[in-house]
C-alpha cells in the first residue's frame, strides 16, 4: 500500500516537472516530454424539461452516432434510429419524467427545483493530455464568480475520471485542477441556458402522435354496431379487462399525453428542434416551455383561453400568451392588463375587444431567445375544408356536422384570410409588447408553415379520389378536385404567412415543405403491401381471421412513406373514445358508431407522423442557428462541427 503511494507521489511529481519543462531546473530531464493538459467540460442534462439526465443522453448518444450524411438531418435520423429500439415510440419511456405538471398546468420539476431560472448547472468536466492519468491524483477546484457567489468546490480524484461540478448560473466560476500542489490546468466555465417558448395549434402541439400510443390485443376484437348502412364489426380492441366500449376499464387504456386537454406530446416539432439545440453545443442548456394546444387559433387559443381538444377535468387556465408570460415570471407573480383598442385592430378583430393578459413586469421577466408558433390554419378553416374533402355531399356525417367542425367549401374559406393578417398584427404587438420581445429582435419570432398534406412527388399532383387509408369509417372517401382546390387555399395561407412573417420581422421557415412532397396523406399501399407500416388498410377480423395484419402487431412509430396520418392510422395510434358516461349524459348519444368516428377523427388524422415533426424540427433548427448565432458574438459559427461535437463527449 505504502509502496502504491510512493509510486503514484512519483508518478505525479515527474508530471508536474514534465509540465513545467520550461524551468531551469526541469531541463535538467532530458527524458521529460512536455504535455499540455486541458478541462474539457459540457452540461450534464442540457435539456432541462426532462428531469432524468439519462434521457438527455440517450438523444445526445444517438446524436453522436450519427453519421456525416444523417448529420445533415439530425432530428430525422435520430427519430428513424429510435424508433428501432422502441417499439411504442422513446416518448414512451420519457412520460411522466418531465418538467410539467398537467394537474396544475404549470412547469414546475419534481423536487422544488427552479425550473424556469436556474441557480446553478451540474457540469461533466475531464482532464485530457495526462498520461498514466488513472494512477495520478488530480485536485478539481472551482471559484464561482459573481456577487454573493456560492462557495467553490474541491474533489480529489484519479486523474482519468470525470467529475461532476456544480456551476453558478448566469455568472458561471473558474475551474482549476492541481497536481501536486502545483496548476496543471485552468478555465473559465459558464453555462449559455436559453430560454425558448413554444405556442400554436395542432401542427405545433404533435397532435396524432401520443406519448403512450393504444395498444391492442392480439386475439380480440370489437364491434361497434350498425352504422352508416352496414354492421361494424370485426374492429381491433384494445388491451385490457374491459367490458364496454367507454366504461371505465375502457377508459384506463386511452392514449397518454404529455398534455391530455391540448394533444400535446413530446414528438412536436417545437420540443424535438429545442431539444436538438440543447445537443449541439456541449455549453448550452435549453429551458423550454411550450404551450401548443389542437384546436387553437390566434384569438381562442393565443389571446383567449381556450380548453383543449379532450375533455379533462383540469383544462389549460391560461391563453397560450398568459401562460407564456406566467412562465416568463418564473417564481414572481404577473400581473392582469387590459389590452389597449390596438388589439383589435379597430374592431376588425372583435373578439379581442376589452381583453385582459397576464404580463411580467420586464424587471422579473426571463428573455425569450426563441418563440416558435405554429398558427393560423384554424384561423381560416383549414380543418373545415378537409372535412368538406373526405366526406360527399351525401354523408350523414357531414349532414349531422358539428364534431367534425362546419364544413366548408374553399371559396368560403378564403375569406377569412384577410381575417388571418389582422389577426397576425394584433399577435406581433403581443409579442413585441407582453412578452417583451424588442422590435429590432424580431427575427427570434419563428413561424413554421404547414407542410402539404396530399401532394404527389412532383410536387403538382395530389392524391387522388378513393378510399386508400379510410376505410375506417364508409363516409370517408377523398375527393381530388376538392383536394386541389383545398391545396390552392393552403398555398395562399403560406404566402400570407410569408408576408405577414416579413411585415412583422419573423423569421419564417418552409424548407419542409419540399420533403412533404410524396409523403403525403395517400403515400403507401392499399392492396399487397411491402411493409405493414407502408399499409394503408386497417385490420379487421372476417370469419376469425385478422386480415391483411394483426393489429397486436402495429407500430405506429415504425418509420414509414406517409408523414401524414390517415383515418385509419388515427384510430390505430391515439384511438380516441369518450367515457359512456359523456356520451350519455352530455352528448345525449347511445350509438357505438359515434365512437368509431371519434377515434378516426379527434386522434389525430391529416397531421404529420413522428417522422413528420422530425422533419419540421430540422427545417426549424436550421434557421434557430442562425438566429441564435447572430446574438451571440462569442460563436463562431451558426453551427459547431459535427466533429467538434463529437470530440467532446
Given at each position: 500500500m505504502g509502496d502504491g503511494m510512493l509510486r503514484m507521489g512519483a508518478r505525479a511529481g515527474l508530471l508536474v516537472l514534465s509540465i513545467f519543462a520550461g524551468s531551469a531546473h526541469a531541463q535538467t530531464f532530458e527524458t521529460t516530454t512536455v504535455i499540455h493538459p486541458e478541462i474539457e467540460w459540457r452540461v450534464q442534462n442540457p435539456f432541462r424539461f426532462f428531469v432524468d439526465p439519462t434521457d438527455t443522453e440517450m438523444h445526445r448518444n444517438t446524436f453522436l452516432s450519427l453519421s456525416d450524411e444523417e448529420h445533415d438531418e439530425p432530428v430525422l435520423s435520430a427519430e428513424r434510429e429510435l424508433s428501432r429500439q422502441h417499439q411504442d415510440g422513446w416518448a414512451s419511456i420519457i412520460l411522466g419524467r418531465t418538467c410539467w405538471d398537467n394537474k396544475r398546468n404549470l412547469h414546475i420539476c419534481p423536487g422544488g427545483v427552479d425550473y424556469i431560472n436556474p441557480k446553478s448547472h451540474t457540469i461533466i468536466a475531464e482532464l485530457k493530455g495526462i498520461p498514466d492519468a488513472a494512477f495520478v491524483n488530480c485536485e478539481w477546484l472551482t471559484a464561482p464568480k459573481g456577487r454573493n457567489a456560492p462557495r467553490g468546490q474541491a474533489l480529489l480524484r484519479p486523474?482519468?475520471?470525470?467529475?461532476?461540478?456544480?456551476?453558478?448560473?448566469?455568472?458561471?466560476?473558474?475551474?482549476?485542477?492541481?497536481?501536486?500542489?502545483?496548476?496543471?490546468?485552468?478555465?473559465?466555465?459558464?453555462?449559455?441556458?436559453?430560454?425558448?417558448?413554444?405556442?400554436?395549434?395542432?401542427?405545433?402541439?404533435?397532435?396524432?402522435?401520443?406519448?403512450?400510443?393504444?395498444?391492442?390485443?392480439?386475439?380480440?376484437?370489437?364491434?361497434?354496431?350498425?352504422?352508416?348502412?352496414?354492421?361494424?364489426?370485426?374492429?381491433?380492441?384494445?388491451?385490457?379487462?374491459?367490458?364496454e366500449i367507454g366504461d371505465e376499464?375502457?377508459?384506463?387504456?386511452?392514449?397518454?399525453?404529455?398534455?391530455?386537454?391540448?394533444?400535446?406530446?413530446?414528438?412536436?416539432?417545437?420540443?424535438?428542434?429545442?431539444?436538438?439545440?440543447?445537443?449541439?453545443?456541449?455549453?448550452?442548456?435549453?429551458?423550454?416551455?411550450?404551450?401548443?394546444?389542437?384546436?387553437?387559433?390566434?384569438?381562442?387559443?393565443?389571446?383567449?383561453?381556450?380548453?383543449?381538444?379532450?375533455?379533462?377535468?383540469?383544462?389549460?387556465?391560461?391563453?397560450?400568451?398568459?401562460?407564456?408570460?406566467?412562465?416568463?415570471?418564473?417564481?414572481?407573480?404577473?400581473?392582469?392588463?387590459?389590452?389597449?383598442?390596438?388589439?383589435?385592430?379597430?374592431?376588425?378583430?372583435?373578439?379581442?375587444?376589452?381583453?385582459?393578459?397576464?404580463?411580467?413586469?420586464?424587471?422579473?421577466?426571463?428573455?425569450?431567445?426563441?418563440?416558435?408558433?405554429?398558427?393560423?390554419?384554424?384561423?381560416?378553416?383549414?380543418?373545415?375544408?378537409?372535412?368538406n374533402a373526405v366526406l360527399h355531399d351525401k354523408s350523414m356525417l357531414k349532414w349531422l356536422g358539428g364534431w367534425l367542425g362546419q364544413i366548408e367549401e374553399a371559396a368560403a374559406a378564403k375569406d377569412h384570410l384577410g381575417t388571418l393578417w389582422m389577426r397576425y398584427a394584433a399577435l406581433a404587438r403581443a409579442l413585441r409588447n407582453i412578452l417583451h420581445i424588442p422590435p429590432d429582435e424580431s427575427d427570434r419570432i419563428i413561424l413554421t408553415a404547414y407542410p402539404g398534406l396530399a401532394l404527389l412527388d412532383d410536387g403538382a399532383a395530389v392524391c387522388p379520389s378513393g378510399r386508400a387509408?379510410?376505410?375506417?369509417?364508409?363516409?370517408?372517401?377523398?375527393?381530388?378536385?376538392?383536394?386541389?382546390?383545398?391545396?390552392?387555399?393552403?398555398?395562399?395561407?403560406?404566402?400570407?404567412?410569408?408576408?405577414?412573417?416579413?411585415?412583422?420581422?419573423?423569421?419564417?421557415?418552409?424548407?419542409?415543405?419540399?420533403?412533404?412532397?410524396?409523403?403525403?396523406?395517400?403515400?403507401?399501399?392499399?392492396?399487397?403491401?411491402?411493409?405493414?407500416?407502408?399499409?394503408?388498410?386497417?385490420?379487421?377480423?372476417?370469419?376469425?381471421?385478422?386480415?391483411?395484419?394483426?393489429?397486436?402487431?402495429?407500430?405506429?412509430?415504425?418509420?414509414?412513406?406517409?408523414?401524414?396520418?390517415?383515418?385509419?392510422?388515427?384510430?390505430?395510434?391515439?384511438?380516441?373514445?369518450?367515457?359512456?358516461?359523456?356520451?350519455?349524459?352530455?352528448?345525449?348519444?347511445?350509438?357505438?358508431?359515434?365512437?368509431?368516428?371519434?377515434?378516426?377523427?379527434?386522434?389525430?388524422?391529416?397531421?404529420?407522423?413522428?417522422?413528420?415533426?422530425?422533419?419540421?424540427?430540422d427545417a426549424v433548427v436550421e434557421k434557430a442557428r442562425a438566429v441564435l448565432a447572430k446574438y451571440d458574438p462569442d460563436r463562431r459559427d451558426p453551427l459547431m462541427s459535427f466533429e467538434d461535437v463529437r470530440l467532446n463527449p
Open positions: 486523474c482519468n475520471e470525470p467529475v461532476e461540478l456544480e456551476i453558478p448560473y448566469p455568472d458561471g466560476a473558474r475551474i482549476t485542477v492541481e497536481i501536486g500542489g502545483r496548476e496543471v490546468a485552468a478555465t473559465d466555465a459558464r453555462v449559455k441556458d436559453l430560454f425558448i417558448v413554444g405556442m400554436g395549434d395542432s401542427f405545433a402541439s404533435g397532435e396524432g402522435n401520443p406519448d403512450l400510443p393504444v395498444r391492442f390485443s392480439r386475439e380480440r376484437s370489437v364491434n361497434y354496431g350498425v352504422g352508416f348502412g352496414t354492421d361494424l364489426v370485426g374492429y381491433p380492441a384494445r388491451i385490457g379487462q374491459w367490458r376499464r375502457f377508459v384506463q387504456e386511452n392514449a397518454r399525453w404529455l398534455d391530455q386537454a391540448c394533444h400535446r406530446s413530446l414528438y412536436s416539432h417545437q420540443l424535438r428542434a429545442a431539444l436538438q439545440l440543447s445537443l449541439e453545443d456541449p455549453h448550452r442548456a435549453v429551458t423550454f416551455v411550450g404551450f401548443a394546444c389542437s384546436g387553437a387559433e390566434i384569438t381562442s387559443g393565443l389571446f383567449l383561453r381556450y380548453k383543449g381538444n379532450e375533455w379533462v377535468p383540469n383544462p389549460p387556465r391560461l391563453s397560450q400568451i398568459s401562460a407564456a408570460a406566467e412562465a416568463q415570471c418564473g417564481r414572481n407573480r404577473p400581473r392582469r392588463v387590459q389590452v389597449p383598442e390596438a388589439y383589435h385592430m379597430n374592431g376588425r378583430v372583435p373578439e379581442l375587444r376589452g381583453l385582459e393578459l397576464l404580463k411580467c413586469d420586464e424587471e422579473y421577466a426571463r428573455k425569450i431567445d426563441l418563440l416558435m408558433v405554429s398558427i393560423g390554419g384554424n384561423d381560416v378553416g383549414f380543418s373545415r375544408l378537409v372535412a387509408g379510410m376505410d375506417v369509417v364508409k363516409d370517408f372517401r377523398l375527393d381530388e378536385r376538392k383536394v386541389r382546390e383545398g391545396h390552392v387555399l393552403a398555398e395562399q395561407l403560406n404566402e400570407l404567412m410569408r408576408k405577414a412573417a416579413r411585415e412583422h420581422g419573423w423569421s419564417f421557415v418552409e424548407s419542409h415543405r419540399k420533403k412533404f412532397l410524396g409523403r403525403g396523406i395517400c403515400a403507401g399501399w392499399s392492396d399487397v403491401a411491402f411493409s405493414m407500416a407502408d399499409d394503408l388498410r386497417l385490420p379487421r377480423k372476417i370469419n376469425g381471421v385478422w386480415q391483411p395484419y394483426n393489429p397486436a402487431d402495429y407500430r405506429p412509430y415504425a418509420s414509414r412513406q406517409r408523414w401524414f396520418r390517415t383515418p385509419n392510422d388515427a384510430f390505430m395510434t391515439g384511438n380516441f373514445h369518450v367515457p359512456a358516461t359523456l356520451m350519455q349524459k352530455v352528448l345525449q348519444m347511445h350509438t357505438s358508431w359515434f365512437q368509431l368516428v371519434l377515434a378516426s377523427t379527434y386522434s389525430g388524422s391529416f397531421h404529420p407522423t413522428a417522422e413528420g415533426h422530425a422533419a419540421m424540427a
